[in-house]
Structures are given as C-alpha cells and as structure tokens.
C-alpha cells in the first residue's frame, strides 16, 4: 500500500490505547473520500478478526457509535475518553490489548498469513516480526516507534 496521507501507524497511541487513533484516522479520510479501497473492507465490526472490530469489542463500544462521534466532529481525546470509560477496562487490561496488538503476528496463530502478506507485498528483506511492522513499513513509515 502507499503512503496515507492522515493515517497514522497503528502503535500511535491515543488515550491509553495504540490503534484508536488509526481507526479514527481511517473513519474521517472514508467519509472526505480519501481512503484507498483496500481498507474499506476492513472497517468497522463486519470480519471480527481485524483490528477495528477487535478495538470496538476491546472497548465495548459499537463502531457506528464511535463513527457517529468523529464524524460530528469530536476530538480523538474525548472520544477516547468515552470509549475508555465505556469500556470499564483497568489499566492492566490496557497494557495487555497495547501489548497483544503491538505483537500481533509474532508466534502466533496468525504468523503465516503474515508471512504472506509480508511475500505479497515484497517487503521480504524488511525486520517485519508483527502485523503492526507489516503495516508501517507496507505505508512507507518504517519500523515502528
């Protein structure tokens, strides 16, 4: 994939969560009409293994909900309260979703379909170990922060 104008790596951190941000990112450049088609698919709750839906059920709150408040126009930091104080989450069960997702495809079930898409992608003589190195360095940032 290119570079995204306005989309942020996935381990940008928004409240005390890493992801929101790209997921609030991914909302408004869908509604302007500026995310690439290849991320369509991917938004919201509709596969239950991709990120946005596993963020909304992490946080116990629906995506339409939270596409509701970016789109009328709320800050990442207030809806990152809200959802935060929806969620009912200690701050324990924030450090393991930052961490599984930060090492999401690094010995796990999910290693080989990143080993593809890593081959599809030819980043093979890239340090990708997690979904979330794939992603950055797919976009054209590099290695995650």
Known sequence: MPHVPGLRSPTDQVGRLIYLGRMLDKIRLHAAGRLPPDYVANLGEATPGMFDARCCRF????????????????TDAAIAAWAEAQSGRTEEE???????????????ERSAALRERVAEAGLQDKPIATFCDFIDYDEGRGPPG
């Open 59 to 74: 946080l116990r709150v629906g995506y339409e909900e939270v596409r509701r408040r970016v789109l009328a126009g709320e």
């Open 94 to 108: 924030f450090d393991i979703w930052n961490n599984f997702l930060r090492k999401r495809g690094w010995r796990d």
